[in-house]
């Protein structure tokens, strides 16, 4: 079983992932670096280059077309417009929603136009937080809200959740 993880930009998906992966002893793939390696260039120019729908297609594409076992999975921001990407990731995994206020997400995100984030220019965070949380909370099998928690406590309690699910 895979442990996927959804969420915002600068929720923490990455960074939380390689943690969790090493506390469980299990592999982590980053679907962006997936993406990456699958285009041979960076979000922010798959994005300027194809447009925010194209690269949603070629997200959903590149998820459909991996196969990781017994990982962590810390996919895109933008992972779950793609409906059948999503089901796979359930299908073989438990999917926790990384969640953090618009807030903090601002604060932390220094790089929202060279980060190769899939929004529309004029968007805001607060924006696509509210376009996103929906999808979030329909593919969550469960939420960490990270406010005010390290790294470490996140994967604290994503171990102890994920427990259940074995």
């Known amino acids: 079983m895979n442990i996927v993880l959804i969420g915002m930009p600068g929720c923490g998906k990455s960074t939380v992932g390689v943690l969790l992966a090493k506390t469980l002893v299990r592999d982590f793939v980053d679907t962006d ?12 120019e798959l994005i300027a280059r194809e447009g925010t729908e194209a690269f949603k297609q070629t997200e959903n594409d590149v998820i459909l077309a991996a196969d990781p076992q017994n990982a962590v999975v810390a996919t895109g921001g933008s992972a779950v417009y793609g409906a059948a990407a999503m089901k796979k990731l ?28 899939a929004m529309q220019p004029g968007t805001t965070i607060a924006d696509l937080a509210r376009e996103r949380e929906p ?27 994920v427990a259940r699910f074995a």
């Open 33 to 44: 670096l997936l993406i990456q390696r699958a285009t041979g260039c960076s979000l922010c």
């Open 90 to 117: 359930k299908e073989n995994g438990v999917v926790v929603y990384l969640r953090l206020p618009p807030s903090e997400l601002e604060k932390r995100i220094r790089n929202i136009r060279t980060r190769g984030i």
């Open 135 to 161: 999808l979030y909370e329909r593919y969550a099998d469960f939420t960490v809200d990270c406010l005010g928690l390290s790294a470490e406590e996140c994967v604290e309690r994503i171990a102890r959740a």
